[in-house]
């Protein structure tokens, strides 16, 4: 295994970063990235951005919005929130194991006197509180493994930039954001800083891993990660994308993530359909969007058409016939 060192705190450049090494470091069995944002939301890659930010107030507050290449939930960044990213190309694609992968947060923390677990489809807890979310990425047989610590960030700025929807609170039996979420820091019988966790942490690491060693961009590698971070990850198009037209609205969550559908149906077929929702997958979902245009709106049709295909790849844990009934009552 190698690790990157990254210094910069924008946000953009540093999805970018962990997408270069993901998608173009590809000789690299695996590799080991830390890093920490500037004020950010963080939205995976199905969501609709608009409905998940509180759109004004990330606005007055200078608060930067990036998409990623993974599934999930959007999560908010500041400089006092540690991201760590693990990409592999020993893992089998579509095992989705956050647990073997949280194990040197655990671990680290345990050294701090801290007790964490893990909890849930992809969280880690202290006491009953997460205080980390992870998400995945595949692409062509690489995994990529990133999660968020909550170390000291700012839990008013954190309720207020994100929109936490009345499904997700409902189905979870919580009245906020700040009821169910804590601080590593808080947490912590000897307090430490942000920087000084990420020591222990990147040294957990190279414990675990003997011949860890750092791998060192190239100025022409740093070049590109520059300039995807300007093209792509900084992008309006890739972060917000065009609101797609629809004539039917359908927000259904289950246990392993929630599914909206936008579709535009004249005389009851599906002419245009787009998907967004927190759930996880190793495949894009543009290819359902495409298989279901022509479609006849009902739920046996929908049905029948998605098991012409492996709906697992794309909706992690869920049945066809869930996500058909996700799509039409």
């Avoid at 939205?43 to 409905?51: A, P, S």
């Avoid at 992809?122 to 062509?140: H, M, P, R, S, W």
């Avoid at 990660?225 to 004539?247: I, R």
């Avoid at 077929?269 to 927190?278: E, M, P, W």
Wanted: proline share 2%; net charge negative; glycine share 6%.
């Amino acid at each position: 295994m190698k690790y990157i060192v990254n210094n910069s705190h924008n946000p953009a450049y540093n999805v970018a970063l962990e997408a270069y090494a993901f998608r173009e470091l590809v000789d690299e069995d695996e590799l080991f990235i830390l890093w920490i944002n500037e004020p950010a939301i963080i939205i995976g890659k199905h969501q609709n951005t608009i409905q998940e930010i509180n759109k004004e107030y990330i606005e007055e507050h200078g608060i930067h919005v990036v998409r990623r290449l993974s599934g999930g939930g959007a999560v908010y960044h500041d400089l006092n929130n540690l991201n760590y990213t693990i990409i592999s190309n020993k893992s089998e694609e579509g095992a989705f194991d956050f647990k073997t992968f949280s194990q040197p947060v655990i671990a680290t923390l345990a050294d701090l006197g801290v007790k964490a677990e893990f909890t849930g489809r992809n969280d880690l807890e202290i006491n009953g509180k997460k205080f980390c979310g992870n998400a995945q990425a595949y692409y062509k047989g690489r995994m990529m493994h990133h999660g968020c610590l909550l170390f000291d960030v700012d839990m008013t700025v954190l309720g207020d930039a994100l929109k936490v929807s009345k499904d997700k609170i409902e189905s979870k039996g919580i009245k906020s954001v700040r009821s169910r979420v804590t601080n590593i820091l808080d947490e912590l019988p000897e307090k430490i800083t942000v920087e000084e966790f990420s020591d222990r942490l990147l040294a957990k690491m190279k414990e675990t891993y003997p011949d860890m060693e750092e791998y060192v961009l190239s100025d022409a590698e740093l070049a590109k990660v520059q300039a995807s971070a300007e093209q792509q990850f900084g992008n309006w198009d890739w972060t917000y994308g065009q609101a797609p037209e629809y004539t039917i609205e359908r927000n259904v969550r289950y246990a392993a993530g929630k599914i909206s559908t936008f579709a535009n149906v004249q005389q009851s077929l599906i002419k245009n359909i787009k998907i967004y929702g927190d759930f996880f997958g190793i495949k894009d979902v543009k290819d359902i969007e495409e298989l279901l245009v022509g479609c006849k709106y009902n739920y046996q049709d929908v049905l029948e058409r998605l098991k012409t295909i492996d709906t697992t790849k794309y909706f992690s844990r869920m049945t066809v016939e869930e996500v058909a009934k996700a799509i039409v009552a």
